[in-house]
């Protein structure tokens, strides 16, 4: 296996790469410019109404349109629960796509 060096972070590099993936015609950006994905909230939320579950404790769920946009991405890309688990780590179009920062946690393949 090849050592990879990293060079210091650039302020600019997240911007720039989605910059450049606009330039090069991202197709989930122009989806999610045609959609209103909050218009599904209300509906999500009821569908995943857990007000009549004890509380459990454990960590919060991750945001109900968050988690339909990752099912439409797993559908649209043919994807299994780990292959999608891994693309939504690694892509910067998936991520900007469902609105998460590098920063953020990632549903793993057994959440999704």
């Given amino acids: ?27 989930l950006e122009r989806l999610d410019g045609v959609i209103d994905w909050e218009s599904f909230r209300t509906k999500l939320q009821e569908a995943l109404d857990t007000s009549k579950k004890p509380e459990l404790g454990g960590r919060p769920s991750f ?23 891994y693309q939504v780590v690694g892509r910067m179009s998936f991520r900007r796509f469902l609105g998460l920062q590098l920063e953020d946690s990632v549903p793993d393949a057994k959440t999704l």
């Fill in 1 to 27: 296996m090849q050592n990879v060096k990293l060079s210091a972070p650039n302020f600019f590099a997240w911007e720039n790469c989605l910059e450049k993936l606009s330039g090069l015609g991202d197709p």
């Fill in 63 to 85: 945001d109900p349109v968050m988690m339909f946009k990752i099912v439409i991405l797993q559908q649209y890309y043919s994807l299994s629960d780990d292959q999608l688990e």
